[in-house]
């Protein structure tokens, strides 16, 4: 069992920037593919990005390209999603996931889920 808690979340203008964090505990942490999904209101959850364990692979969806950096650090078994020039649109509950197995961008592929952290991003 792998336990994932996001923190960082909160409110920030439109063009601003927010890092969200995900510390696992629990388990092994690798080899572990880490990944982000998220969910406004009254929409579907949705691949956001996603990282291999060494770090040496990612994959954005195609609205974050270029402003969404995921990253991790495996000595302290956590991952990072930054995010720059934010829009509104990007408002959402952010979770954090995880799994062992191949695959990216699918999140039934996806073993484990932390609770989520709001982000809000106001015009």
């Known amino acids: 069992q792998v336990d994932l808690v996001e923190s960082g979340g909160g409110v920030v203008q439109a063009g601003g920037s927010l890092r969200v964090s995900c510390a696992a505990s629990?388990?092994?942490?690798?080899?572990?593919?880490m990944g982000w999904f998220r969910q406004a209101p009254g929409k579907a959850r949705e691949f956001v990005a996603s990282?291999?364990?060494?770090?040496?692979?990612?994959l954005y969806a195609d609205p974050v390209k270029g402003r969404f950096t995921i990253s991790r650090d495996n000595a302290k078994n956590t991952n990072y999603l930054q995010m720059n020039s934010l829009k509104p649109e990007d408002t959402a509950v952010y979770y954090c996931?995880?799994?062992?197995?191949?695959?990216?961008?699918?999140?039934?592929?996806?073993?484990?889920w932390g609770r989520g952290a709001q982000v809000t991003v106001s015009s």
């Open positions: 629990g388990g092994i942490f690798g080899p572990l593919r």
């Open positions: 990282i291999n364990w060494s770090g040496s692979s990612t």
């Open positions: 996931a995880a799994h062992r197995g191949l695959g990216a961008a699918t999140s039934s592929q996806y073993e484990y």
